[in-house]
């Protein structure tokens, strides 16, 4: 594979990263208005959250990497 390639490869990743991070912390908002009535469910939204961070976290370590 050729550098250009894997180049674009990169970049295609860390787009959607970076997009998903953004849906992540908007999904979670979401639930957590909709459970807002208590309980465990409640706490629901703490997994899209931190989806979010390990999903920020791999997009900035990508990002990283690539500029090395």
């Keep these: 594979m050729t550098r250009e390639r894997t180049t674009n490869k ?24 909709i459970c807002r009535e208590g309980g465990a469910i409640r706490w629901l939204f703490l997994a899209p959250v931190i989806l979010a961070v390990v999903v920020r976290v791999a997009s900035l370590v990508l990002k990283q990497k690539k500029g090395k």
């Design 10 to 33: 990169a970049n295609t990743l860390i787009a959607i990263l970076d997009w998903s991070y953004y849906v992540l912390i908007l999904l979670s908002i979401v639930v957590f208005f």
